[in-house]
């Protein structure tokens, strides 16, 4: 019988019969797996790997780090497929496990469902040191976080090569499937040795690139097929931007009369295992109060137009050595963007505001620029603490000289010396204990909920966390106002609003899928949206990740206008048959629009906004600079397929009597074959007719 998708249907009688295909009976597949994948940069390796076949190994639940000694030296079995309790997913342990790798077939590491009591940063200590602005050319002082460390918590894991895989296990019943094999099969009780058959795991996780990036992309190039196989792609995605005024995106680089306040966010974020990045201290708390200060922002400048015109600029790929900011400067220089860096007027980023202490906000600046008065960021600061006034949130400048924290503002200083200013909520090293772990997830920023309420409930319920957030976006919102040349008065009328805030947190934090977030997009974008909170791993360079989508069409909802025209004159970036030229100034969406109570026909509807998608693909790939030292040279390796499966293993006596019992099999019978092919004539012959038989 021919087995399709593990069962096989078979006629009997004119009845259908269903029933289980052989392998189904041997294993046990992991259905909630994350793995570790490769990356490449300009130098080396990092990441982790499968053999071409999978890696099989004995299970072993590690219950202490003194228990390595079994896994390392001791144990009977080897190699290990080792099972960690994210208590010992540590850099100490993991260290020890890869020097030992000859005993060591992978590492599976069971995801808790709360956060541990402990900070925990698999990023390093000195994030994005060698391409940001601090070389030591700029300030030997300040190079290499001489001054800061900024990431003390950081053990670097996510930046070590490991040759085996490991995997992210959901803590649930499959989980305890795996446990309760180890202790039918595995652990040894009262000293007494291990019986066979003994429970075993393989992991598939191989990884097409090695080496570095301008091997693989090296091997990209090479055309020996009709299909040639590429074993690597860029990491990038795309920028987002909008504008206050209407800028022509058609005419690249300089505009005359134009001066630009940059307000900008980073909308990336990773982890060990590449599928799990919430980021929500480290990027959301960033993006959502940007989010949150253009939406104060859209009455007050359309009203009342400040002389400057406010960038809202959302950056990806920052993680990676600021892949989108490093991008959008070159694009600037080299008259590739709408605008250029004799535009720029200023810069304000927002970058960790979510865990503020005494709610204290602290402004960041470059020490060697104010050193050589060749900028002046006093009027920007002083608009800050004129913002804050009347709110319940302070802001202060670090009371040491230090250097900028990681920020995609250090980009444009790489360019040329530009007033800036980067809000975060530590003065010195991060608040963030998880910086770029999966750990820094929602239960970090606080976002919870009372226990019964339902998920639309939950989506219009204002945490604590989405009203100091509010705060932190209306200073922002008024000090941009007030850098762009709006009058005083209006400040009063400039506040965020705490709804969308809490709102934006639910989406992005909790689960995209929503009755807002399905208002806000196209119908096409519909499977987008899901159960659980995107993923804020940057991605590769084909295609435009979930939250860049996301985010993309909330600002567009936030700072646009509804327009009435028809769905094919919005899908067409036109106002009617006739015009030619809107599409320079402003990009139309044609969203889905609220579900009616009583039907499912969603009544749609055009919004016209100057929102904008730009290239976040590092410069160092169209300039084919794999070993660029200026731009982000990170890649990523493909594969084939991630997944793992569990199930009983022989021993090694009874796997060598089985086979050896095949072989003489096959031997017998190719034997007997020989044989009876030789004798055939004798064997089969049949008395003969005589030659002169007539019919």
């Keep these: 019988n021919l087995l399709y998708g593990g069962q096989s249907n078979i006629s009997k009688g004119g009845r259908f019969v269903s029933c289980n295909s052989v392998e189904k009976k041997i294993y046990v597949n992991l259905n909630y797996t994350v793995s570790c994948v490769r990356l490449l940069n300009a130098t080396h390796q990092i990441g982790c790997q499968s053999s071409l076949s999978g890696n099989v190994g004995v299970l072993h639940v590690l219950e202490s780090e003194e228990n390595l000694d079994w896994v390392l030296h001791s144990g009977p079995n080897p190699p290990y497929m080792v099972i960690l309790e994210s208590p ?21 590491v069971v995801a808790p469902n709360t956060n541990p009591a402990a900070g925990f940063s698999p990023h390093t200590k000195c994030p994005n040191e060698n391409t940001g602005v601090y070389s030591v050319k700029y300030d030997p002082a300040m190079a290499h976080c001489n001054k800061t460390l900024w990431n003390p918590l950081g053990n670097g894991l996510s930046y070590e090569e490991f040759d085996f895989p490991i995997f992210s296990l959901k803590d649930d019943n499959e989980t305890q499937v795996i446990r309760q094999c180890y202790l039918d099969h595995n652990r040894a009780m009262n000293g007494s040795s291990l019986q066979y058959p003994l429970c075993a795991m393989q992991l598939y996780s191989h990884m097409s690139a090695v080496t570095d990036t301008a091997t693989c992309m090296r091997r990209n190039d090479i055309n020996f097929s009709i299909n040639p196989e590429i074993v690597c792609d860029a990491l990038g995605d795309y920028n987002v931007w909008a504008s206050t005024r209407p800028l022509n995106n058609t005419a690249k680089g300089h505009k005359m009369w134009e001066s630009v306040v940059i307000a900008a966010a980073r909308l990336d974020s990773r982890s060990f295992f590449f599928d799990i990045a919430p980021g929500a201290e480290s990027g959301v708390s960033g993006f959502v109060t940007l989010l949150a200060a253009a939406h104060a922002l859209r009455n007050a400048t359309q009203e009342a137009q400040p002389n400057r015109t406010i960038l809202y600029t959302f950056f990806q790929g920052e993680t990676f050595d600021y892949i989108g900011s490093s991008r959008m400067v070159y694009d600037m220089e080299n008259k590739q963007f709408a605008l250029d860096l004799d535009n720029v007027h200023s810069v304000l980023e927002i970058g960790q505001v979510g865990l503020r202490a005494d709610s204290r906000l602290w402004l960041h600046s470059d020490p060697v620029s104010r050193r050589n008065n060749s900028v002046n960021e006093e009027g920007l600061i002083a608009k800050l603490h004129s ?153 590769v360079a084909q295609q435009s990740s979930e939250p860049t989508l996301l985010v993309q069409h909330l600002l567009a909802n936030l700072t646009g206008r509804t327009v009435n025209i028809t769905q094919e004159n919005c899908q067409n970036q036109r106002e009617d048959e006739n015009d030619k030229e809107s599409k320079h100034m402003y990009s139309y969406m044609w969203v889905q629009g609220v579900a009616p109570p009583n039907g499912t026909e969603r009544e749609g509807y055009c919004i016209r906004s100057t929102v904008r998608l730009s290239k976040a693909l590092s410069p160092a790939f169209d300039l084919r600079q794999y070993t660029s030292d200026d731009y982000s040279t990170w890649t990523e390796s493909r594969w084939k397929s991630i997944k793992g499966r569990i199930f009983l293993v022989a021993s090694h006596e009874l796997e060598m009597l089985t086979l050896g019992v095949g072989v003489g099999v096959l031997l017998t019978s190719l034997l007997l074959t020989y044989i009876i092919s030789s004798k055939a004539d004798i064997l089969f012959s049949s008395g003969r007719e005589p030659t002169n038989a007539t019919y």
Excluded: C
């Design 88 to 108: 010992l997913f540590t850099r100490s342990i993991m260290m020890k496990l890869k020097n030992g790798s000859s005993r060591v077939a992978g590492v599976a």
């Design 387 to 539: 913002a804050a006034t009347g709110l319940s949130v302070s802001v202060q400048e670090p009371s040491f000289s230090q250097p900028l924290p990681p920020s995609s503002f250090q980009r444009f200083l790489r360019a040329r010396p530009i007033p800036g200013i980067v809000i975060e909520d530590h003065q010195s090293a991060f608040t963030n204990r998880f910086y770029e772990s999966m750990y820094d997830n929602a239960e970090y920023l606080n976002v919870s909920y009372p226990p019964n309420l339902s998920p639309e409930e939950q989506l219009e319920f204002v945490t604590d966390t989405a009203k100091a957030l509010t705060e932190v976006a209306t200073v922002v919102a008024r000090a941009l106002y007030t850098q762009a040349g709006g009058e005083e008065p209006q400040l009063s009328s400039i506040k965020a609003d705490p709804q969308i805030v809490t709102q934006m947190l639910y989406s992005f934090l909790v689960q995209s899928n929503n009755s807002w977030f399905q208002q806000l997009i196209p119908s096409d974008l519909k499977s987008h949206l899901t159960n659980r909170p995107p993923n804020y791993y940057v991605g």
